[in-house]
């Protein structure tokens, strides 16, 4: 009987051992912190970066504001230029879908059909920049002066049509500095901004032009300086959730 009590001790023992041994490989914690950090790199960062599109409007809370800027900040219109944006940046969008049929029985005359989008292939897009909790408001939009973006309740659809207009008349210049990682693995990324109004030559720190840069001038085409000590610098955050990122927050952190 003891003989037998030890054999089964000495069982018992070695599958504990053979447990605790196996347990880092089946859940390896440690490995899956290394590999989230691996994905961390320039081509990631310039993906995140591609999304933070400014804004050829006056009025609109944007990315680029003279405040701390979460998701409920941004204007409901912004938020869908910026879904269209990406859609048409990544090459999912295909022409010649959208009719002026169509848009004469939504009572848009004078326009150029560009392309039909579906809700569905737009909230997956605002889904992967801002993330999957999101509230979106849809509604009609202006992309800038010329392209505009028009609802179709009954269809679930977009109409993206253009409209004969004026250029725009702002100038933006916008320039990535760096990146940093926290400890949480949340990415920030640093860059300049500027927004110059191309009538007057004034220049401002954010999209609405609320904030008057006066070192900078437009002029002859472009600004007098781009030396970082004269330009707004702004910090944009991306949490890590579920393995993908999304935009957090913008925060002006030099003016």
Not at 15 to 22: D, K, N, P, S
Not at 33 to 54: G, P, Q
Not at 123 to 152: C, E, P, S
Request: hydrophobic share 35%; with cysteine.
């Amino acid at each position: 009987m003891k003989h037998k009590k030890i054999i089964v001790i000495c069982s018992v023992g070695i599958m504990v051992l053979l447990i605790i041994g196996l347990f880092p490989l089946i859940f390896n914690f440690e490995g899956n912190k290394k590999d989230e950090y691996k994905k961390i790199n320039d081509e990631l960062v310039n993906s995140l970066y591609a999304n933070l599109y400014s804004d050829e409007y006056l009025s609109r809370y944007t990315f680029y504001n003279a405040y701390f800027t979460k998701y409920g900040n941004l204007a409901r219109d912004y938020i869908l230029k910026v879904g269209f944006k990406a859609l048409q940046d990544n090459h999912k969008l295909q022409e010649n879908t959208l009719t002026t049929d169509e848009l004469t029985k939504e009572n848009i005359t004078d326009a150029k059909p560009l392309y039909k989008i579906s809700i569905k292939d737009l909230q997956k897009v605002l889904q992967n920049i801002f993330g999957k909790d999101i509230n979106i408001n849809y509604g009609d939009f202006a992309v800038d002066q010329k392209i505009k973006g028009h609802y179709v309740e009954a269809e679930a659809s977009i109409y993206i049509y253009e409209v004969d207009n004026t250029e725009e008349n702002y100038y933006i210049f916008r320039q990535k500095e760096s990146y940093a990682i926290n400890a949480d693995k949340t990415v920030i990324i640093y860059d300049y901004f500027v927004k110059c109004n191309r009538e007057t030559g004034l220049c401002y720190n954010d999209d609405r032009m609320a904030n008057l840069n006066e070192k900078i001038v437009y002029e002859n085409g472009s600004i007098n300086t781009t030396e970082a000590g004269n330009l707004a610098k702004y910090q944009h955050k991306f949490k890590l959730e579920n393995g993908a990122y999304y935009w957090y927050s913008s925060e002006i952190i030099e003016k």
